[in-house]
């Protein structure tokens, strides 16, 4: 059965790691391209990123063997400091991100409008996969554990 209307899907986790850190490793493309891939099979080698309504973002992922790879863009419609962000895709749907900050951690919650080419199921995993790989980059960068 076809949906008839894109249905809003919601992620979240909690970051071991101040709100304003989280943020700055959220929104900081030398740290972007560190964690915004759902596997270890792919990666990020560009972000760019203008973090204030109607800015523009944009991160490049690839498989790392080369066989395929998108941009992954947008334009901001809210930026609230460490508070809320929130985007239009260039594909139209809308995207939320709250943080919530708890004293040393971070609530981090995004609802997004799912598209109707896979299962929400698989989307959910693929936006969690990508919000976990943020919790661990974002703890260890924290504690001063340096990523490749």
Known sequence: MQREKPEMITVETTVHA???????YWTEPEHITK??????????PKAEND???GGKFITRMEAKDGSFGFDFGGI??????HDTIA?????GRKVTIAFTS????TKITEVFEGEFEN??????????????NFKTYSEQADQGITLV
């Open 18 to 24: 101040p709100v304003d850190n989280v943020w700055t």
């Open 35 to 44: 964690w915004y891939v759902a596997s270890k099979e792919w990666h990020a």
């Open 51 to 53: 973090l204030r309504a």
């Open 76 to 81: 901001y419609d809210e930026v609230i400091l």
């Open 87 to 91: 985007y239009k895709l260039d594909d």
């Open 102 to 105: 708890q004293g040393n951690t």
């Open 119 to 132: 299962s929400i199921e698989m989307q959910r995993n693929g936006w969690q996969a990508i919000l976990d």
